[in-house]
């Protein structure tokens, strides 16, 4: 199995400013993923981080307010851009490999 | 991705056996039913997953019907960790890493 670290855990964060969350994984794995995790909500998958191409987002998600990169296969940032008090949610990195998919415990992110 | 539909809820008392349930009545034929949990606070952790015949493993067990239409995840001797959500996905392998698509799953309590 795959351990995946983010960073931060958690942060608080004025309105207006961008966050960048970091992910890491600790063996070399084919695709990521970033899930938002509303308050008492599921999981929504918010796009897959390609290695060496941009990020496939899915809808309601957009490269200008979600930026990520994906640098190599076990790294991968997702930025929340002009943040507002919506985007309050638990922010998760996951790593895909044979078949199973591993997640990170997540950033949890308020903002105020 | 073929729809689940789970209880949104379920109570089982310490010690003895949990079982979920899950239906997946429009699954495809390459598509693997997938269980995971998430325990408060935490990230998704993936417990088993399988095709058509019945899984085990250190975690759990996964009864699937002859039809593959429903399945049932069974925790043979439940703790008090073991309450958390737990959510059944159905979704083509890919051999690099599974895109999830999460339901609201069902919570488990377990009670001493």
């Known amino acids: 199995s795959a351990v995946i670290s983010q960073k931060p855990s958690r942060d608080i964060c004025q309105r207006g400013t961008s966050l960048t969350i970091q992910c890491q994984v600790d063996s070399q794995v084919t695709m990521m993923f970033w899930y938002r995790q509303q308050p008492g909500q599921s999981l929504t998958l918010i796009a897959t981080?390609?290695?060496?191409?941009?990020?496939?987002?899915e809808s309601g998600f957009v490269i200008d307010k979600f930026p990520i990169s994906r640098p190599n296969l076990t790294f991968s940032t997702l930025t929340v851009s002009n943040m507002s008090p919506e985007d309050s949610s638990i922010y998760l990195c996951s790593g895909g490999d044979r078949g199973k998919t591993f997640f990170g415990q997540g950033t949890r992110l308020t903002v105020v | 991705d073929a729809k689940t539909t789970q209880p949104p809820s379920m109570d089982c008392a310490e010690g003895r056996a949990a079982n979920l349930p899950c239906n997946h009545s429009t699954i495809s034929g390459n598509e693997y039913v997938y269980w995971y949990r998430q325990i408060h606070s935490q990230g998704p952790q993936y417990i088993i997953h399988g095709l058509k015949n019945n899984e085990t493993n250190e975690m759990a067990s996964l009864i699937i019907t002859e039809d593959r239409k429903s399945s049932t995840l069974i925790l043979p001797h439940a703790t008090l960790r073991d309450t958390a959500v737990y959510y059944c996905?159905?979704?083509?392998?890919?051999?690099?890493?599974?895109?999830?698509?999460f339901g609201e799953g069902t919570q488990l309590t377990v009670n001493p």
């Open positions: 981080a390609n290695q060496g191409s941009e990020a496939t987002y």
């Open positions: 996905i159905v979704r083509v392998v890919e051999t690099s890493g599974s895109r999830l698509t």
